[in-house]
Nanobody, 124 residues
Framework: RTQLLESGGDSVQAGGSLRLSCAATGYTVRCMGWFRQAPGALRERVAVIDTDDGTTDYADSVKGRFTISRDSSKNTVDLQMNNLKPEDTAQYYC???????????????????WGQGTQVTVSS
């Protein structure tokens, strides 16, 4: 069974940057994604990537600030986060989806193999 391990979370000031990395042990699938969950809130999609053709999709709240990418040599999926805001504070998770129907799913339900998460805290 594939395991996903997130790293890179930290505490930063607003306007700062962080790079999160999701390392996969075992097989990987076409659709990989980053998600986040703030205290008292539902888990939400941040960004997903089709690792076959590089197609990406972002939540409106992070468009233009976050970039998801795949490093095949390291078998990682990374999330570069720039211009961080206090509302980006959350536990960040990566996950994978076996479901593909012309595009990677945008909802959470098709995703699994959730990692333990990495905490991102942005102070104002």
């Amino acid at each position: 069974r594939t395991q996903l391990l997130e790293s890179g979370g930290d505490s930063v000031q607003a306007g700062g940057s962080l790079r999160l990395s999701c390392a996969a042990t075992g097989y990987t699938v076409r659709c990989m994604g980053w998600f986040r969950q703030a205290p008292g809130a539902l888990r939400e999609r941040v960004a997903v990537i089709d690792t076959d053709d590089g197609t990406t999709d972002y939540a409106d709240s992070v468009k233009g600030r976050f970039t998801i990418s795949r490093d095949s040599s390291k078998n990682t999926v990374d999330l570069q986060m720039n211009n961080l805001k206090p509302e980006d504070t959350a536990q960040y998770y990566c996950a994978m989806s076996l479901y593909y129907n012309g595009a990677c799913p945008q909802s959470l339900r098709p995703y699994g193999n959730w990692g333990q998460g990495t905490q991102v805290t942005v102070s104002s």
